[in-house]
């Protein structure tokens, strides 16, 4: 998904969806957009945004209640939601306990308690492998440093 919308693409890509508002007063009718129909007139990398020197899409779209001409765009709701940061933000990874290559993702979830139970669940699924909790980039938990009952390290 682009970070930024910028043009007719980027806002197809990313399901993006618009909507078109008549400007006439009197009529206001709302509408969404049909992108690939846009696109298929303007070109994928008209710009979303109106620019200097440049006629821009939403002048050429005729209101289909009133028959004029000109609209308003606004952003709607995305079809698709995602959150800015990658998909699901915890893991259970299983890793090489030598030279620490990922060798399996064992879960991936949203939410940080499950994402606990899955790591302690893993722990004891997987006995004698490295598994640790990660969000991103951070180890939050690695079963190296486990400390079992008695005092011994948990491997
Ligand atoms: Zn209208």
């Given amino acids: 998904m ?3 919308l910028k043009t007719l693409e980027d806002a197809r890509v990313s399901g993006q969806e618009l909507v078109a508002i008549c400007l006439q007063l009197q009529c206001r009718h709302r509408w969404p957009v049909d992108l690939p129909k846009v696109i298929h007139y303007v070109g994928g990398a008209h710009s979303l945004w109106p620019m ?3 006629r821009h899409f939403s ?3 005729r209101c289909p209640a009133c028959n004029s001409k000109g609209v308003h765009i606004w952003m709607g709701v995305p079809k698709t939601p995602q959150p800015l940061i990658g ?3 915890y893991a259970v990874e299983n890793r090489d306990v030598g030279n620490e290559v990922l060798v399996s993702v064992i879960a991936q979830v949203r939410h940080i308690s499950v994402a606990h139970a899955a790591f302690e669940a ?3 699924a997987y006995p004698g492998r490295r598994v640790s909790l990660t ?3 951070f180890v939050l938990r690695d079963s190296r440093f486990i400390v079992l009952p008695g005092g011994k390290a948990g491997a």
């Fill in 52 to 54: 200097r020197g440049q």
């Fill in 2 to 4: 682009p970070r930024t």
């Fill in 59 to 61: 002048e050429r779209m």
């Fill in 122 to 124: 893993a722990v004891l």
């Fill in 87 to 89: 998909g699901l933000p």
């Fill in 135 to 137: 969000e991103g980039a």
